[in-house]
């Protein structure tokens, strides 16, 4: 059983299309995190929400919108797709914001032409 | 300025011997915590080990471990005997809380074990 899993591991999209990424994790973990890895490899922290509760929203566009229908989903939306936004984005859970290292998806790969 | 700091973007190492990746942070948060994670070529990343602020002890994990230097302010991963599938990117990570939680990475170390 994965423990973490996204959907879909890839997704090639046309500028200015909407496009959805879905994560969830069966760890029972309270926590979770989206993440972008950029083209240098640099992770940087989107969104975590604690038990369906936004907790972290970096400078991200707007047109980036996490949903966390309950603690085991943490989907991201993301409107209006500019080439900027091609990324590794990774989702992550953890048993809480203390000090637990996380449990990473496998990312999901967007590529913007 | 940089809250975590890896300067070195490659290392190599023979198989079999052990190797030190660096990591240094800056923070004003006295309860942080330090993280090491691994992202092999595949692209999945592999929790490796934690270190808290407070804890007496350097972490270890089988083969991995943690040397703190809290005055120092470094958090450098040793990875004893190395193994071919050692090979991937490692990334040092940190906890701290300043008015919210911030979890920051680094910009990662590539890391070769050669045969």
């Known amino acids: 059983d994965t423990a973490v899993s996204q959907t879909p591991k890839y997704l090639v999209t046309q500028m200015g299309n909407d496009k959805s990424i879905k994560c969830e994790q069966n760890l029972g973990h309270d926590t979770m995190y989206w993440y972008k890895q950029d083209s240098k490899k640099f992770l940087k922290i989107m969104f975590s929400y604690n038990n369906k509760e936004l907790i972290i929203n970096e400078t991200v566009p707007n047109r980036f919108s996490p949903k966390s229908p309950d603690k085991a989903h943490l989907n991201l939306h993301i409107n209006s797709l500019e080439l900027g936004d091609s990324a590794v984005y990774f989702c992550a859970s953890s048993p809480g914001h203390g000090n637990y290292g996380y449990t990473f998806g496998s990312g999901t790969r967007l590529t913007v032409v | 300025a940089q809250k975590i700091t890896q300067t070195q973007p490659g290392m190599f190492v023979q198989e079999k011997e052990a190797v030190t990746l660096d990591c240094t942070y800056d923070?004003?948060?006295?309860?942080?915590?330090l993280f090491w994670y691994k992202q092999p070529s595949s692209g999945e990343m592999i929790f490796l080990i934690y270190q808290g602020s407070y804890d007496q002890q350097n972490a270890t994990e089988g083969r991995y471990s943690l040397n703190f230097q809290k005055a120092r302010k470094s958090a450098n991963l040793v990875i004893s005997a190395s193994q071919l599938g050692d090979s991937a990117m490692y990334f040092c990570a940190m906890r701290e809380y300043s008015g919210t939680y911030k979890y920051i990475f680094g910009t990662g170390t590539r890391l070769k074990v050669l045969a």
């Open positions: 923070t004003s948060d006295p309860s942080y915590g």
